[in-house]
């Protein structure tokens, strides 16, 4: 049995050995290079292929891929948006994806953000680089009795919101469209989106970007907040809208935020510039030069047990798929 790995990055090269040392009987190969029609022929001779990548899955790559008689695909990721679910049934694809690797490397990343925030770190490193070790004027706020706004408390949002709880002691309120059962018992829920942007002091965004999500927090939205707010991003850029998010900073509404996404990453993040003038974004140039704003190439998940995870669990249900066995995450691509 043959597994072919596309896009395998340096730091998976460790974990995807320790799968092969635990799976002598799959012969697995791989490349650097990402699934495109120009690589998709590495795979010949492979009875499934792992894959991940930010770039779609042209219709032509997954075409090859089926012309070399595979029809087991899995993907290291939970994001399943560069694919057209049409192009993987009429090629009778099998897709497996890892939904969760590791919410506390999310949640963990969004309360680190909070605090070098409230604690105006960007600012006292700045200081610091610059021989000034003197506190004022750079006074810091606490977490502590502060209120949380969660929204979404699926795998991360209910890992943030215990940190936030448990860990800082801030009063955590969330909003979820359909509430965790294993958080109903600490009675953090407000009944709509409304009540926990006008309550919250720090408001930290959990929800996948559905259309209709688009621009959630928008700058009908920010109005509703309290002055001084600060915002944390660590889902999908798309979600806030930063036309409005760099209104909101301009007039202080909005004290400080924290992004690991940005809706116009793509281009940016994973890319090495000489320098941060050299990126040809006036958003991000908007954004990266502030004080107040920390942003986080979308590394929130780059933890070692999440790259094993994301290695582990697609390489096991790409087995059982050639196997004839059950996998455990099986994407229906039909709905
Ligand atoms: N930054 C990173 O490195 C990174 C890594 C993994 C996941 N993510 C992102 O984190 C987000 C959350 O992931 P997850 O695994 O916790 O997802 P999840 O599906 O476990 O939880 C999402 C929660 O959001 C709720 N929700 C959906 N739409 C909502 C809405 N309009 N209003 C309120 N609640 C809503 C759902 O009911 C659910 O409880 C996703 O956007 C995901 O893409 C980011």
């Not at 407000?190 to 929800?207: A, G, M, P, R």
């Not at 990453?265 to 090495?272: D, K």
Request: contains cysteine; hydrophobic residues 40%.
């Amino acid at each position: 049995m043959k597994i072919y790995v596309f896009g395998l990055r340096e730091d998976e090269i460790e974990p995807l050995n320790q799968w092969k040392a635990a799976n002598t009987d799959v012969d697995v190969e791989y490349t650097a290079d990402i699934l495109t029609e120009d690589t998709a022929n590495l795979a010949k001779g492979a009875d499934g292929v792992v894959a991940l990548q930010t770039q779609p899955y042209s219709r032509k790559a997954l075409e090859i891929i089926h012309d070399l008689g595979i029809s087991k695909f899995s993907v290291r990721n939970v994001g399943l948006d560069g694919f057209n679910f049409k192009d993987l049934n009429d090629f009778g694809f099998t897709l497996t994806y890892v939904p969760v690797y590791s919410p506390n490397a999310i949640a963990e990343h969004a309360s680190f953000l909070v605090g070098r925030l409230l604690r105006r770190v960007p600012e006292f490193d700045k200081k610091f680089q610059s021989g000034n070790f003197k506190w004022f004027p750079t006074i810091g706020t606490e977490i502590s009795g502060k209120t949380v706004g969660v929204i979404g408390t699926g795998h991360i949002g209910s890992v943030f919101a215990r940190i936030m709880k448990f860990g800082y002691g801030a009063n955590v309120i969330a909003y979820d469209i359909d509430p965790n059962p294993a958080l109903e018992n600490l009675g953090i829920y407000v009944d709509t989106l409304d009540e926990l942007l006008e309550k919250s002091d720090i408001i930290s965004i959990h929800t996948p970007l559905a259309p209709k999500d688009h621009h959630m927090l928008d700058a009908n939205a920010i109005a509703k907040m309290k002055n001084g707010v600060y915002l944390i991003n660590c889902a999908r850029g798309g979600l806030l809208d930063n036309q409005a998010l760099i209104d909101g900073l301009d007039s202080g509404k909005i004290a400080g935020a924290g992004l690991d996404v940005l809706e116009n990453e793509n281009g940016i993040f994973q890319n090495e510039f000489d320098s941060i003038e050299a990126v040809d974004d006036e958003v991000f140039q908007n954004l990266a030069h502030r004080d107040n704003v920390i942003i986080t190439p979308h590394t929130a998940f780059y933890t070692e047990r999440a790259v094993h995870n994301m290695i582990f669990d697609s390489m096991n249900d790409n087995k059982a798929m050639i196997s004839g066995k059950k996998a455990k995450n099986i994407v229906d691509t039909h709905k």
